[in-house]
């Protein structure tokens, strides 16, 4: 992969994080509709400038390289690499000022697992994980990686309310139990133990929300797979839904799959 489409995809990371900061300082109101995404689902304003953004910085870059977005759906622009973003994963987060909402970023080309790089920036915080396959993954530019053992009580996030799957709600009983509301940070907390796994049971989540984080809690040593146990992968398109379950390691992988089941 060209140096230069992973310099991009870092450049449009900050741009999307100072423009949100700036947004929120004018006071703008970010949570209103304002169309139909490709998706299907609605548009807020967040989404689309954050993601106008993206495809911005790539005309200009003159670089070949296409873009998958919610929004927007699949624009080519005749490249063998296709930026998968999801501008802001938490949106709702983001519109009622709670500090926990990112900006998504993968390279790759037709399918999850050929993601070569991702980044997922925190952008309240302006933490930042950043994986290359084979290369591991980076936590403000330093290594980090998936705990293999852990004592105790699990900790869990879900993804709950109508987004959620009844079949999660032994595991409060079980284990300590978070619902975050951005997909790509709960993972990536996965990737360096800050909790032990990530579920959403229902096939909810699309490719532009997991792409990178797949990419980084598989560099950091853990396992993503489906609610089967099935390592997980997906074509590069954004009707296309999924379960998920990122985990620290196998065993702990194990232990969910015997509670919810």
Known sequence: MEREIKQLSMKIAREIARTVKKLQFENINLGRKIGIGADGTPTEYIDKITED?????VKKSNLAVNILSEEAGFLDFGGEYTLIIDPIDGTRNAVRGIPFYATSIAVGKDTLNSVEYGIVMNIPTGDTYIAEKGEGVYL?????SAPQHVSGKILSSLVLGESGDSRAKRLPYFDNVRSLGAASLEMCLVAHGAIDCFLCLKKHL???????????????????????????????????????????????????LTTID
Do not use: F
């Open 53 to 57: 953004i993206a495809i911005k910085y």
């Open 140 to 144: 403000n530019n330093r290594r980090i």
């Open 206 to 256: 699309r490719i532009t929300d997991i792409a990178a984080a797949t990419l980084i809690v598989r560099e950091a040593h853990g396992v993503v797979c489906d609610r089967k146990g099935r390592e997980l992968n997906m074509p590069s398109d954004v009707l296309e839904r999924v379960s998920v379950i990122a985990s620290v390691n196998k065993e702990i992988l194990s232990r969910l």
